[in-house]
């Protein structure tokens, strides 16, 4: 059974991107445009890994890494935090926040797809 | 000693009179009782016994005498002798120019005449030292007003504080960081809605008491260690929002103990501002570039990546690739001209009318023997941001070369107007003039006549974002020069008071160091000098005279007095809309007409604002049981209640000039040589009623009468105070 990624992003663009990039490489994926969309998506398909963006409307990927961290049923999923907010503090906040791995607008898309890799098989 | 009234006088006269004159009879007639012999007794009785109805009538004659010349003598010379008194007392104490006038006897008019006589040689001695000390005084003004001056004049605020906070000094420019609201006023009538900054108010009104405390702390620490760096900065927020950078350095006394502080303070906010919105702008360019680049890179490495990608696949990357990079472009737009904006608004330069500007050019061009300027009438609402200086020798500066360069001696300016900049052309006849020269030009220093500046043309055009071309003008024989201003916002207009009151001699306001030895406020207020005392002089003008009948307050003005000053420039005048309709006959009074009231706040928010303008102070009025009715009728409908002690000047004009008939406003202002200008408007009146306060001071005090409590149970006394409104 493929794996399952969640993309959260409210930029069109770039989830256009992300899915035919991680649909070529084998997973399917799952869209959502904002922070609650995206908590209802992890509750109904518990992916195997979120792409998530931190800027998102009302609830931001923040609070959406620390939510799915509360919860002791979410530990296995995989979070890789995409995004434009490129700060030494903000990875640092993410990456203590429950992401694990953190990568910067505008990233190469191998680097991506490898590190999804990486983290997706890490888990098994 | 108590004074007393006429009428307790005059019968107390009449008694003692009598009395005397009742000894008198019955004496001589005991004495002569004495002298006579038993037979002489009852010839003396039965006489009596028989024509005792002639003596009683002539008894009853020799009293009626005696009463009227006891009336005479009174009317003639007991109550002009004190009426006399109580004149010569305001002039040799109050007022000099004043003159007896009064009937009586010819001696006692006489006598009068004489005072006078003494009065006139007097006011010339009095006039003569007065000037003297006004002499001597001016010098020392002289260079107060240079400090005054350099005080006004500094960018920051200053304010001077003892040591429990009281301000002693402070600069316009500190009023109007800590008072003004941080938004300019949008509308008319708006108020203000912090603190109240003046002389013996605590500077605690207006800004945090911690903070300022927490500056001034370790203060005894860095003298013990003999430190020479006093000052301590900080950043704070005033009362009214404002962001302020103060810089607190004590003031120490001879014994090197703290006896007050100095506060410097430049206003942070705009500063603040503009490096919140940098910031956000600089976050802002970052997440859209970065988040449009990303979608354009993945797109882009995905159709290198994918040479086999469906043909509508490659194209929805396409699609994406020109939506971004249109979205990036147009966020580097917006961002260079919100920037733009915002941080190329030169701070040196200020709004000055085009107009003023062409004419100060004009002027100045004919002074050096430039060429004649002349153009087309320039609206007043067209304003530029320019030094003026530096600008106009440079247009000066370009029009001569063009002249010299073309033989051109005149130019004539049009104007052109664009969204946010305005066209400024000087036409001449002859050839058009080239970009190579303008070039040459620009990297020219600026100098006419004999003046120059250490600047070049384009250095100067840079600090205006000012740009210079040739404008073609088509085929017609004259050639134009173009300099493009920048178009700026009219100033906000400065609030001038409704009408001026004045006082003769305007003294600098902002001095008052005597301060610093004032005890804090305390609730024993009774045993207070009435000299040392802070008092809120106010008045009102109204809709009409029946306040229990509905008129209601239209206008309210009040000064200050702290130590016996009064602050003319810390004054109130506030217009009040009032719910019902003016009087005609009260417009004719204070000259307050209905279209003036539109706009203006109403009767709660001025008297909000004027509780806190006279907070901790005595409120002083004339006939202040009207004006305190008046407040009073206010006190269900607002929820303010004025607590405050008060006096009145009325009825401590009766207090120490009982003689005195009259004590309306103007008698007591002519009285004591006090003119009112702008009487019936409420900050006019209310400038004289202060005036008269601080005249009847000293008279109060001669009389005995220094404490609160004196000058209140005094008042309370006299027979003006059984009026009731």
Redesign the interface.
Known sequence: MPKQILIVDD?P??I???Q??ME?NGYKTIVAFSGEEAMEAIELYHPDLILLDI?LPVVDGFEVCQRVRENPEWTDIRIVMVT???SEVNVTKGLDLGADAYI???????ELVAKVKELIECRG | MPRLTQNKVFWWFVLVCTLFFAAVVVSFTLMLWQELSDADRQTVLALIGRHGSYLFGAGVLLLAGLGFAIDWVFRLYVLPIDKITEETGIIHRVNPAHRIRVEGSRDVVRLAGAINAAADRFEGLDRSVEERIAEARSRIEEEKSILSVVLADLPEGVVICNAEGQITLYNQRARQLLEDPEKPAAAAGSLPTGGFLGLGRSIFSVVDKPIVTHALKDIPEKLRSGRQDLTSSFVMAARNHRLLQAAATPILSPLRELSGFVLILTDFTRRMESYRHMDSLLQSLSMQVRGAVASIRSAVEVILGYPDLSPSKRDEFHRIIHRESLSAGATMDRLRSEHAAFIHTPVSLSAMRLKDFLEAVRVKCDAVGGPALSGEPVADQLWVSVDSYSLGLAVIFVLQRIGSEFGAGAFRWALETKATHLGLDFLWVGPALRLELLRRLEQQAVAVADEALNATLKEILTRHRAELWPQPCGNTSQASVRFLLKAAEPPAPIALPRRRTILATARPVYYDFDLFNQPGQSPELDDRQLAELSYTVFDTETTGLKIREGDEMVALGAVRIVNSRLLESESFDQLVRPDGLLHPASIRIHGIHPEMLVGQPDIRQVLELFHRFAEGTILVAHNAAFDMRLLQLQERRTGIRFEHPVLDTMLLSAVVHPAQDRHDLESIAERLGIIIMGRHTALGDAIGTAEIFLKLLPLLAEAGIRSFKQAREAARKTYYARLKY
């Open positions: 930029e663009s770039i256009v991107a992300l035919f990039l070529q800027m434009a907010l490129g910067t607008k505008p990233f190469s898309n191998a």
